[in-house]
């Protein structure tokens, strides 16, 4: 799995997240998807690449601004994951 991490500039409240997380959501397959106002980044959780320069021109549509992008591999860690 990956994590991409999106910076996204003009995120002001709850609403913005929850219309970033909407947008991620309905153009790609992702196991999770959560937005910080307060940090200004989107994180994805997802089995594939997310198209950065389709998603920059889609999150430009809805008000906002992609500044930079960070994808690095994923690996969940349960509960017991401790000693592993």
Not at 49 to 55: F, N, S, V
Not at 56 to 70: D, R
């Amino acid at each position: 799995m990956i994590k991409t991490t999106l910076k996204i500039d003009g995120m002001m409240c709850g609403m913005c997240e929850s219309h970033m997380n909407d947008l991620i959501r309905k153009n790609f397959q992702v196991k999770k998807v959560t937005s910080s106002a307060k940090d200004g980044e989107t994180v994805i959780i997802s089995d594939n690449e997310i198209d950065i320069p389709w998603a920059k021109k889609e999150i430009k549509e809805i008000g906002y601004e992609l500044v930079s992008h960070k994808s690095e591999p994923y690996e969940k860690k349960g509960f017991f994951h401790f000693g592993k």
